[in-house]
């Protein structure tokens, strides 16, 4: 099993800047793949971004050239760097993990607010 650990969330003026953090401990050696997602009030999560163990990244059109996701290997975490944030950025944030096998872990999220 993995155990996943966001930090970072909170109210943020529009224009601002926010850095999430996902710890993961447990079976860390057979993940493939960490992302992060989101979901907004009455809708549907949502991928925001992805990166695969060869460091290969995949992110959202909706925050491209915006938010960067990044990891540090020793540490175990996985970085969420987001710019210039608007007000439809507005969700909670949640870390996934999915391993070798397939399964797929998730955290129980961080809430981001954008707002004046």
């Known amino acids: 099993q993995v155990q996943l650990v966001e930090s970072g969330g909170g109210l943020v003026q529009p224009g601002g800047s926010l850095r999430l953090s996902c710890v993961a401990s447990?079976?860390?050696?057979?993940?493939?793949?960490r992302g992060w997602y989101r979901q907004a009030p009455g809708e549907e999560r949502e991928l925001v971004a992805t990166?695969?163990?060869?460091?290969?990244?995949n992110t959202a059109a909706s925050v491209k050239g915006r938010f960067t996701i990044s990891r540090d290997n020793a540490k175990n975490t996985v970085y969420l760097q987001m710019n210039n944030l608007k007000p439809e950025d507005t969700a909670v944030y949640y870390c996934n993990a999915i391993l070798s096998t397939s399964s797929t872990y998730w955290g129980k999220g961080t809430p981001v607010t954008v707002s004046p």
């Open positions: 990166i695969n163990r060869y460091g290969i990244t």
């Open positions: 447990g079976q860390i050696f057979s993940i493939n793949t």
